[in-house]
């Protein structure tokens, strides 16, 4: 026990020595890293907010109507809706009659003078579908194409285009976000490896003789992934701060502005959390990196 | 200069009937091709004091490098109460360090701290939570003769008296093997005398000491058993030796 407290308070003590005396070294290194991190943490949240905002985008879009042949029987669409109701991807289906066909549609004051003007109703029956993802309505429209009651000059309201924009920019927003990333991860733990071998050449002769008088290797180290980790845990502070003042002022003025994205709480301490643990990973490994080298010979 | 030289322990040195130190048929080729070491045997028992002389580039550091294992020899082995060095695996090598305690030419003190917190140092690292640590940094402080400097900083003392905080902070984890390579290459020849008294009364307290030397007038002085190396050879092994071939101007 004795033992343990006075490895941890000289590994504690040499950290902190080892930050003081390069101080121009780790404090640029920490600012560094504080930038990598509030760039990760800030690219993750917006990521999340335009996820947030095209997830209700999708949501609309996740409806599709089919539309039925005006001598279809009533038996026969029941039967369809009720297949289409314990379809598991499906999440309601509502059947619209020809006249709630022409109700909604006589809202457009254009329509309804042209309904008046035609005397008759044009306008189909309609099952209304809302499904669980936006993938899956393709599948659906192919269904409603080869289904017999359905009106065969056109079969639903699907626009595979605009659908498969949404779906595109998303998979694409995800994919850059992710690939930024582990691209700054990596240069952060560069950047801790080379703060962590500037602290290790300048302790190079206490290195030495620690070796010599039978150190062991991990008593040698630890001081130096201390620092690394506090390096990281002082950078993930400042920045997750920075981060998540600049995350509230951006709802504010979006909700200003055109846009509502909600303050996603849950989200942003869970990301805060993740920064920090993340800060403090990142800067023990660098330093495990910036050390290895030096005691393997 | 006076020399604060301390109580001789009594205990005469003993021969174990195996060597403490062992080499067989031990060569180092250095990975750029040189060949500092070749064909190397030798037996070094616990209590002996042995010079290891020989020309500059003989090979010297490098058997003293080995004996640490801070280069492993490229065939041969080497034992170490009993233990195999040459195979050692790099878990293990602390604990082989802690049976020596080593000096060299360059003192290798850490000049921001004080010479009691130099060879505190040595069991900080090795010993943490190590209990009397202050009593214990005195006691080898005194063995070199320094208890009145023990505050000063590495700066404020002279070649000989940094060489014995080398050699105080080599002592506090009484090792069994004293290893002392070029202790007194810049020193003066009464400090360095003054040096090679206290590494004899190390001995005589029961340590092994080897040290590699360039300093004639102290081993033809002290008297003691002699190991020349040649290019990496070793040309002569005597009980009483001289620093050269008795009668000769060679090795
Ligand atoms: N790390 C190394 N890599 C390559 N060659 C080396 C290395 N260390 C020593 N040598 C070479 O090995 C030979 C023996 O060197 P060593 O240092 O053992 O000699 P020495 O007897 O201690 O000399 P000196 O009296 O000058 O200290 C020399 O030729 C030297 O150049
Ligand atoms: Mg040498």
């Known amino acids: 026990m004795r033992q343990i ?47 947030t905002v095209l997830q209700g985008q999708e949501q609309n879009a996740s409806h599709l109507k089919i539309y039925l042949s005006d001598n279809a029987s009533l038996a026969a669409i029941t039967n369809f809706e009720s297949r289409l109701k314990t379809d598991p991807r499906v999440i309601s289906v509502t059947f619209e009659t020809k006249d709630q066909a022409a109700h909604q549609a006589s809202q457009n004051p254009d329509i309804a003078s042209a309904l008046n003007v035609l005397g008759s109703n044009p306008l189909p029956a309609s099952l209304n579908l809302n499904v669980r993802k936006l993938t899956d309505l393709s599948q659906f429209n192919a269904e409603a194409k080869a289904t017999p009651i359905v009106d065969s000059t056109t079969p639903t309201d699907y626009n595979s285009d605009v659908i498969s ?8 927003i995800e994919w850059v976000g992710a690939i930024i990333a582990i691209i700054l991860l990596t240069i952060s733990i560069v950047i801790i490896m080379n703060t962590i071998r500037t602290a290790v050449y300048s302790r190079r002769t206490e290195i030495e003789i620690m070796k010599l008088v039978g150190a062991t290797d991990w008593f040698v180290r630890w001081p130096f992934i201390l620092e690394g980790m506090l390096g990281g845990l002082l950078a993930a502070i400042f920045s997750g701060a920075v981060v998540f003042g600049a995350y509230r002022l951006f709802v504010q003025a979006a909700q200003g502005n055109l846009l509502s994205v909600p303050f996603d709480v849950r989200y942003t301490v869970t990301l805060l959390i993740v920064l920090l643990v993340g800060g403090v990973a990142v800067g023990a490994f660098g330093s495990f990196l910036g050390v290895r080298r030096f005691l393997s010979a | 200069m006076s020399v604060a030289v301390a109580e001789r322990s009594s205990a005469p040195p003993q021969h174990a009937l195996r060597p403490v130190i062992s080499f067989h048929g031990v060569s180092k080729v250095y990975p750029n091709g040189t060949e500092a070491l070749r064909d190397v045997d030798l037996a070094i028992h616990q209590g002996d004091f042995c010079f290891l002389v020989g020309p500059s580039g003989a090979g010297k550091s490098t058997l003293v490098r080995l004996l640490i294992r801070d280069e492993a020899p490229s065939t041969g082995r080497i034992f170490i109460d009993g233990q195999e060095v040459s195979r050692m695996s790099h878990r293990k090598l602390p604990k082989l360090r802690r049976k020596f305690g080593i000096v ?65 902070r080599a002592l506090v984890h009484r090792p069994r093997i004293f290893l002392a390579d070029e202790p007194t290459g810049n020193l003066d020849p009464d400090t360095s005398w003054g040096i090679v008294q206290l590494l ?13 030397t360039h300093n004639r007038e102290v081993v033809d002085l002290v008297r003691r058993r002699v190991i ?24």
Do not use: C
Not at chain 1, 165 to 172: D, E, G, P, Q
Not at chain 2, 205 to 210: F, K, N, P, S, Y
């Open chain 2, 228 to 251: 020349a190396i040649d290019n990496g050879r070793v040309v002569r092994d005597e009980a009483e030796g001289s620093y050269l071939r008795e009668g000769t101007a060679t090795l």
């Open chain 1, 5 to 51: 407290f006075a490895s941890l308070w000289f590994a504690l003590h040499s950290a902190g020595q080892n930050f003081r005396r390069n101080l121009g070294v780790s404090l640029a290194g920490v600012f560094t890293m504080g930038l990598i991190i509030f760039l990760v943490g800030g690219s993750l949240l917006f990521t999340h907010s335009v996820d």
């Open chain 1, 165 to 172: 924009k949404l779906n595109t920019v998303i998979t694409v």
């Open chain 2, 104 to 168: 060299f030419q360059d003192y290798k003190l850490l000049t921001r701290r004080t010479v009691a917190q130099n060879v505190a140092f040595a069991l900080q690292v090795t010993r943490p939570g190590q209990r009397h640590l202050r009593e214990k940094v005195e006691e080898v402080l005194w063995i070199v003769g320094l208890e009145d400097k023990l505050d000063k900083f590495p700066d404020e003392l002279s070649g000989g008296e940094q060489q014995r905080v080398a050699i105080a």
């Open chain 2, 200 to 212: 004899l009364q190390i001995n005589h307290r029961g340590t092994t000491v080897l040290m590699a």
